[in-house]
């Protein structure tokens, strides 16, 4: 047995690191360009080929800072973060972080220099790593046909919607409502929103969590574009009568998504096809093996069933026997067009075909068993050892890969709720997110364990939360105040994030309203 | 930063002897002999200590003796102490006292007492400073209330920082007493109150902050707009939620009362039951309703003047209930409840409805009839 370790002598590093705008000197430079009066002469005027009205006045306001500055302020920050491969990223809910076996860097660094524009016959590797990886696809789900172009699973949702826009236009019916829950992401009410369709939220039986097949019913019209719904939802709860939903939301002459966002805990074990999905998505970072991006390359891999194969986004990849090559296919009569330049963010697919070649059937059979034993281990621990907390629907202890948690009665007996607990769990060096919309629950935290973990490193996190719980009965005011050891003290003023008129997501925007002080 | 205190000595008094409030002098009396003790000053006490930090840069005012100046001194502070009351202090001293905030022009007004206290204080100064209640009541129907004395005190605090900007209008309700003593309940929208609001120091109201309460009023407005037909009657009930419809339209309307609109415009005001049948008598009419109250009523609280003989005319496919996202998920998933005083007409309504939640956004939710739950 390897040591279970509560880390009450951690420190992250504080660099109270300025914004990279702040450092700048006008004028600093990472590099100096030699430009002699021969190098003039061969370039010429560079700027005269582009349009004079095209032309900007002034130049951008960038942060002007040298080299080795710039390394010390990114490598601070990096020091800064409780990333994947540094803390047990288990609470994450939602998220599925796992490790991505470095093995699989070694492949990206091979295809690294391709170009998206070079000619087929150039790239009839990578063209068959991608064929390949559909067909893997289509044995996991079911469906007949997938695309790796949209770039993370909000895109993939964007997607679903817009074959859903295009097939009823085609059909020439007038449907405009899309149904989810509100247990799924919200990105599956979001998506559809953007597209210009009209949201339908249902809540699950207050007892069970499972969403609600009566409000089911009474949602669906002649309206009912379609359904788009996670399973598991975010809570961990699995809706064992998706079936049912899918045939009542078809019988309204709708079509049915499938958010397999949180596919982790049932990969090879239960497909989209079987439960009457026409479509969906898996995201290959989480899923299979990318980390996760948090905005950052990503492929939300889109599925669907060969009645909808024409509606996909182009260009797919295809294989013609007679050329014994592989190629890249825009004839697809019914096609959405694009959600995303090219044809998928390479080094992703690259990493999935890799892993899914290592792991195999039983393999990836594997990853969701032990996913699910993992997670309702750490369940069982914390629901008997954790004081204060509970599951969300506690009528319902059947969860798959993830739970959310409510530490409602800590928040009654201490004073000290979730936020608390996850500000404080920093202090011990695990990163527990605040994320858990909508709050329903009361005092929600998601946890997530994946696979990836070892028992030693689960018990080491229950070990970190009951340590904290036990500190908000003893002592709440440690926990209220934390962080203590992090890299920033707790913010106060929540304000920052909620007020419109002081928020900003850009430095230009901060000036703008706060007049350049801070 | 000056922030205004009004407490409520006798407020609360009558719950623990079992007296559903101490509305009057006879029930006050009633209680006392009960052996009922005050306890809103220990209450405002809690709720000032959070405001410590800014003790050198605030200036409370309040009133003398038990209205205040007792609780702010114990909690630490030296206030300006405004007025003159009696022995005993009476409703009229709250509606003087908050007139008198108002004078002196305080940043919030804090009042110490449940749903009476809140009324009186609308009385006086109805939405022109920014207040919050403290709960110390009996009755605590209304929305102007911190979910506890100490969260009350921490959003003082972050509102005089300017930590929490937004600032909404909250419903005051108040129960009939006698009623309620009597086993009957009525509440009564009284009128609105401006409170700051910060999901997580109000209570039920615990939702992400990164949608706005105020925001979601006009979302829902402007859905209502867009799918509003001609020559339909819409009622548009009492809420908050409800009357941001109107004021889209720039109608005049009644806060607390039944405004009927057709086309666009306004052709009842504060209509009674009666004028309500009247006026809808042989048209095609929708009911707009809003859940009152932090209990999830659809109808029977605030909205009597839709009464069963209404809503038999208008018809239950007809009812549009509008709510904020927040409002559903501070019911942590219980349904909406119906209580017209027609019991067989609250089963007919029960059901599932497609709640308009926001702009294009929807809420399928379920109703039933509050005495199921009751049951």
Known sequence: MGVVKVRRGFHEARWEEPIIFELSNEGERGILIPLDDKIRREVGDVLSSIPEHMRRKDPPKLPEVSQMRVLKHYLRLSQETLGADLNIDIGQGTCTMKYSPKVNERFVAMVRELHPYQDEETVQGALEIMYKLDLFLREISGLDRFSFQPGGGSQAIFAMASIIRAYHKKRGEERDEIITTIFSHPSDAAAPAVKGFKVITIYPDPETGIPDVEALKAAVSKRTAGMIVANPEDTGIFNPRIKEFCDIVHEAGGLCGYDQANANGIMGIVRAKECGFDMGFFNLHKTFSSPHGCGGPAVGALGVRRELENFLPVPVVDYDPERKAYYLNYDLPDTIGKVREFYGVFPVVVRAYAWIMALGEEGLKEVARVAVLNNNYVMHRILREVRGADISYPANKRRIEQVRYSLKKLKDETGVGAEDVIRRMADFGFHLWTSHHPWIIPEPLTIEPTESYSKEELDEYIEALKEVVGEAYEEPETVINAPHRSVIHKIEDNSWFSDPKKWSITWRLFLKKHGGKL | ?375
């Open chain 2, 1 to 375: 930063m000056k922030l205004g205190l009004i407490v409520n000595p006798i407020a609360g008094m009558g719950g623990r002897v079992g007296l559903k409030g101490t509305d009057g002098p006879e029930m006050l009396k009633k209680a006392i002999e009960l052996g009922a003790k005050p306890w809103a000053e220990d209450r405002a006490v809690d709720a000032l200590k959070a405001l410590l930090p800014i003790r050198d840069s605030l200036t409370i005012y309040t009133y003398p003796h038990k209205m205040g100046e007792n609780a702010a001194k114990r909690a630490g502070f030296n206030p300006e102490v405004l007025g003159s009351v009696g022995e005993e202090t009476t409703a009229e001293d709250t509606v003087r006292a908050a007139e008198d905030m108002r004078r002196v022009g305080v940043d919030i007004l804090l009042f110490v007492g449940g749903d009476g206290t809140a009324r009186d204080v609308c009385r006086a100064i109805g939405t022109s400073l920014v207040t919050l209640g403290i709960p110390a009541g009996v009755k605590v129907y209304s929305s102007v209330f911190s979910a506890s004395p100490k969260a009350g005190g921490e959003l003082a605090l972050k509102f005089l920082r300017g930590e929490v900007s937004e600032v909404i209008e909250a419903e005051v309700l108040d129960i009939d007493e006698d009623s309620f003593r009597e086993g009957r309940l009525s509440v009564k929208l009284y009128g609105y109150l401006k409170i700051p609001y910060d999901s997580n120091y109000i209570p039920g109201g615990k939702v992400p902050s990164s949608h706005s309460e105020s925001y979601d009023r006009e979302a829902i407005a402007a859905e209502l707009l867009e799918v509003m037909e001609r020559d339909v009657i819409y009622l548009i009930g009492p809420g908050s939620t409800t009357k941001e419809v109107m004021k889209a339209l720039s109608l005049d309307f009644s806060p607390l009362g039944v405004d009927a609109i057709l086309n666009g415009e306004l052709i009842g005001k504060d209509l009674n039951e009666r004028q309500i049948i009247e006026l809808i008598s042989g048209r095609k009419a929708k009911v707009v309703v809003t859940p009152i109250g932090g209990q999830g009523y659809v109808f029977g609280r605030g909205n009597q003047q839709i009464s069963p003989e209404v809503l038999r005319r208008v018809g239950k496919g007809n009812i549009i209930i509008v709510a904020t996202r927040g409002k559903l998920e501070s019911l942590r998933g219980r349904p909406l409840l119906v209580d017209t005083g027609d019991e067989a007409l609250d089963v007919e309504l029960s059901g599932y409805y497609k709640v308009i939640t926001g702009y294009r956004e929807y809420t399928v939710y379920k109703v039933v009839p509050a005495s199921t739950l009751e049951s």
